[in-house]
């Protein structure tokens, strides 16, 4: 049995991550879904097929690569387990999907939380994409100074 | 104050307000509103007194299912009043242990017959997937619900459904009940709502109560979609108010905009603890903690994995023991679990809860085709007590079929296509062709259930299908 199914959190060595080079270009997807489950809104949602999945049960997996970083996937999944990363100009960025309120607004400053919800930086938000909530979630894309926190952020909470 | 004023998915809009009595003072309801959820927002727990030990009760299910929200109504005990909707000047009492007697014989209307070719029985997503299939095979059938609304618990499900496009996946399950209800009303599908079901009689006649007058209904084809009741678990303390099914503090946020509590233990890892738990934190209530008995979280990675990010632990091999208060839960004690699911002593600990949310699994609603003499088979995998059935899901009663959670629980998307199944069943009966359609939806509806997560509920079907055929 995985370990991730008895704390409920993921590590990094059970997940694919894309190499610096492929992020310093542009945003790249990255997905935490890991576990058979009959889903695929990513795939479908996705404009250049860069996500595979084999039937309705696989696991997804990114061509990070192909992927160009649009976050039709991060918007629609149904886990809230898809990301964007992206390194420029020596800073980091993670988009999210964020569905609490308050709603940060573009220049707010937030604390950088993990995936299990411990603070670990401070950020900027950078843009809030609100789609149509009857279908997607809103996106929020953080920056901060330290880099390596791409493979970390996974959520945010905002300074009130 | 339990009112939520702002949700980042729900709108609440709240009708006018209406004015009805609570043991002798005068309270204000929101049209539409049950009386049990009128109370509960005024901040009132206690609902009646138990009949041996004078125990506090407060509701448990919210969707009429159990009776702990028994109270008096105009002089009537033993009303259920989660899904009782307010009227002006009506008059609410704390009922004490079974009931006296009205003091006025209240005015029923003398019953009425009704002869239907087919009589689904509940709005949910199975029942209503059933109505709009045989609508549009050209056969119109009767919808009997006991809620004041359409949609079973569609209408709670503010997060976005799984599946591929053709099972909505991406949509919240609000948005799924809202097209299906739209679609029942384009369509002119008669339906009952507050009407409640409570006898299916070996004669085959349906008993229903409906605007304070019996209704018996004799009918070609009946199809079941009664749905699934949340299970009480046993530990001390289990009664007192603000021990909730976690179902019922779904529907008492994301249906009538109001907070469950202030924070909540939530008891059981599997998808609804923990679905529930995240909305519960999108409606500002705390999360102290989500407990799991056995040693792995049951529901989807994925949505353990949402609450984590937000701080809250999720906590394998852990049970409650006990909950504590009188009138309401004050505190809340877990204990560890050993692989023997028993106690390890000295394991207490000890959360300032003031509710407490059980998530341990549904058990079919089955009672009226037990009545009516259908085989049944308990049946652990697919939740207790099922009827048996056929691959078209027609029970050993000819023409009665069953859909949805009462055949074995499971979740929305399988319900969906279970009522579409019997539909094209009954359709083909009465002479349409529509093989082809059906086919069609036996096999999406075996695609969807061939992951991991679909081994027990076959293994739980193929046991309901042999014992039906030998």
Redesign the interface.
Same mark, same amino acid.
């Given at each position: 049995?995985q370990d991730?199914?008895? &704390?409920?959190? @993921?590590t990094l060595e059970n997940l694919d991550f894309p190499e610096n080079d492929i992020i310093e270009k542009h945003f790249v997807a990255v997905t935490?879904? &890991?576990?058979? @489950?009959?889903?695929?809104?990513c795939v479908?949602?996705c404009p250049v097929k860069a996500i595979e999945m084999k039937?309705?049960?696989g696991v997804p997996k990114i061509n990070f690569e192909k992927c160009v970083g649009c976050g039709n996937c991060v918007a629609?999944?149904?886990?809230?387990?898809m990301f964007l990363v992206n390194i420029r100009n020596g800073k980091g960025r993670v988009s999210l999907p964020y569905?609490?309120?308050p709603?940060p607004e573009t220049g707010n400053e937030v604390f950088l939380?993990?995936?299990?919800?411990?603070r670990i930086g401070k950020g900027k938000v950078i843009r809030v994409f609100v789609p149509d909530?009857?279908?997607?979630?809103a996106v929020v894309t953080v920056e901060f100074d330290d880099v390596n926190l791409v493979k970390y952020v996974?959520?945010i909470e905002v300074i009130k | 104050m339990r009112e939520i004023k702002n949700h980042p998915i729900l709108r609440f809009s709240r009708g006018e307000r209406i004015k009805f009595i609570f043991e002798g003072k005068e309270l204000t309801a929101y049209r539409g509103e049950t009386v049990a959820m009128a109370l509960y927002r005024h901040g009132i727990d206690v609902f009646s007194e138990s009949a041996k030990l004078h125990r506090p009760r407060g509701m448990f299910c919210a969707i009429g299912k159990c009776s702990s929200c028994m109270m008096r109504i105009n002089g009537i005990p033993n009303v259920r009043t989660c899904i009782l909707p307010v009227q002006k000047g009506m008059i609410v009492e704390r009922q004490k242990g079974l009931g006296d007697k009205p003091e006025r014989t209240a005015k029923f209307m003398p019953p009425i017959e009704r002869n239907e070719k087919v009589t689904i029985v509940g709005g949910g997503p199975a029942g209503l997937s059933a109505a709009i299939t045989l609508k549009k095979s050209g056969i119109t059938p009767l919808i009997v619900e006991q809620n004041p609304l359409l949609g079973g618990q569609l209408i709670k499900q503010t997060h976005k459904f799984f599946g591929s496009k053709e099972e909505h996946a991406g949509t919240r399950g609000i948005e799924i009940a809202k097209e299906m209800v739209d679609e029942v009303k384009r369509l002119n599908i008669p339906h009952f709502t507050n009407s409640s079901a409570f006898g299916f009689y070996t004669d085959r006649t349906l008993a229903v109560f409906k605007d304070n007058q019996l209704v018996k209904i004799k009918s070609d084809y009946f199809v079941f979609a009664t749905g699934a009741a949340e299970k009480m678990i046993p530990f001390e303390g289990n009664d007192i108010p603000g021990v909730f099914g976690a179902g019922a503090a779904q529907t008492m946020m994301n249906v009538f905009g109001i907070k469950p509590g202030n924070r909540v233990l939530m008891v059981g890892a599997g998808n609804v603890g923990l679905i529930v738990s995240y909305q519960l934190l999108q409606a500002g209530v705390d999360v102290a903690c989500v407990i799991e008995a056995s040693p792995k979280i049951g529901g989807y990675f994925v949505h353990a994995a949402k609450l984590r990010r937000f701080g809250v632990p999720i906590l394998a091999s852990t049970t409650i023991k006990r909950a504590v208060g009188v009138s309401r839960v004050k505190k809340a004690i877990t204990v560890k679990l050993d692989e023997h699911f028993k106690e390890i002593p000295n394991t207490e600990k000890e959360w300032n809860v003031d509710t407490v949310c059980l998530a341990t699994g549904l058990i079919p609603s089955v009672t009226l085709l037990a009545q009516a003499g259908c085989e049944m088979k308990y049946i652990p995998a697919l939740g207790g007590y099922v009827p048996l059935r056929n691959r078209l899901l027609e029970t050993s009663l000819k023409n009665v079929f069953v859909a949805g959670d009462a055949d074995g629980t499971e979740e929305a998307s399988t319900a969906i296509m279970e009522g579409r199944i019997a539909a094209f069943a009954i359709a083909q009966k009465e002479g349409i062709d529509k093989t082809s359609e059906l086919n069609e939806t036996l096999d999406e509806l075996k695609r969807l259930r061939s992951g991991p997560f679909g081994k027990k509920i076959l293994s739980g079907i193929a046991e309901a299908e042999n014992a039906r055929l030998s």
């Open positions: 049995m991730y199914l008895k &704390v409920g959190y @993921i935490e879904c &890991v576990q058979e @489950i009959p889903c695929n809104p479908t949602s039937g309705i049960n629609v999944c149904p886990g809230l387990a569905e609490m309120l709603l939380l993990n995936r299990v919800g411990e909530e009857k279908f997607y979630s996974r959520n | -």
